[in-house]
């Protein structure tokens, strides 16, 4: 099997994995905080991690770009928490959209980091993205859907997030299990003692979810990882949003959910505009 075909597999393994994460925090959420979600999501990837990190060789828990870290990992976990938030408010379809939009959101954090423009295409991909997300958001008389745009919010966190990723690694690519051991180490640290002040322990069918959210999480990560050392950015990127049919799809047969002709519009004229993005995408900071 070619390196191409590995990537694009690792792409829908990883789609797949995201998408599923998604369907085990909506079973759930409502019977455990956010901040319970966030620690098993964190702290089970932390200890798959964990081992990986003790035998590799050229692992170090020096940090060598502090600044870069902290933003990585503090919008990196809004963006995650944001994400877990809108799960349970809005369609699971809808959720796994808006947070997917974080390419159409990184040349304009690029922009505002670097100051580097970006080409033509782009703009106007990232335009049909902000109709199409309207669409989804749905503003009527000055009034938005607050749970869709906090569903944005984790996009564009999301983005701010990848950027500063970006940043770490275009100046040490060593820096990849480093930044994922400090990530998971922080959100860990930081959701433990909020879920503490909220716990009740679940029973064995709960338990086994809530392992899974963390599964799911950290596959997620390793899939599209994999992907992108094996096939271009331009072929897994858009494979990425196979997991908002699969969101649809489990919208529709577990909760009986079916989104309005409205969204589903707003929804294909999103990802257009996404992939237009991606497609056309400058290559500076985001080089492979």
């Not at 390196?3 to 085990?24: E, R």
């Not at 000055?142 to 745009?149: A, K, T």
């Not at 271009?232 to 489990?250: E, R």
Request: hydrophobic share 55%.
């Amino acid at each position: 099997m070619s390196d191409l075909s590995k990537g694009i597999i690792s792409a829908i393994l990883g789609s797949v994995s995201i998408a599923f994460m998604g369907v085990s925090v909506k079973l759930i959420g409502d019977n455990y905080s956010n901040f319970t979600l966030l620690f098993f999501r964190f702290f089970i990837s932390l200890l798959i991690l964990l081992p990986l990190i003790l035998r590799d060789r050229n692992f170090s828990f020096k940090i060598k770009f502090p600044v870069l870290y902290f933003f990585r990992i503090l919008f990196g976990f809004i963006a995650i928490a944001c994400y877990f938030f809108a799960i349970l408010k809005i369609p699971l379809t809808n959720a796994i959209l808006l947070e997917s939009t974080y390419p159409v959101f990184v040349p304009i954090v690029i922009f505002l980091i670097t100051k580097e423009k970006t080409n033509l295409k782009v703009i106007a991909g990232i335009i049909i993205s902000f109709i199409g997300i309207t669409l989804i958001i749905q503003p009527d008389k000055n009034i938005v859907d607050i749970d869709s745009l906090i569903g944005l919010s984790a996009g564009i966190c999301a983005a701010v997030s990848y950027v500063f990723l970006r940043l770490v690694l275009f100046n040490d690519k060593t820096q990849v299990n480093n930044i994922l051991f400090y990530f998971f180490l922080f959100c860990t640290l930081v959701s433990a003692p909020i879920m503490l002040a909220d716990w009740h322990t679940p029973d064995l069918t709960h338990l086994i979810i809530l392992i899974s959210v963390g599964l799911f999480g950290y596959g997620y990560q390793f899939f599209v990882t994999n992907a992108l050392k094996l096939a271009s950015v331009k072929i897994v990127s858009p494979l990425i949003y196979i997991s908002v049919i699969i969101g649809g799809f489990a919208d529709w047969l577990i909760w009986n959910d079916c989104l309005p002709m409205s969204m589903y519009f707003g929804s294909a004229i999103t990802i257009l505009g996404a992939v237009i993005t991606i497609l056309f995408r400058d290559k500076y900071i985001l080089k492979k």
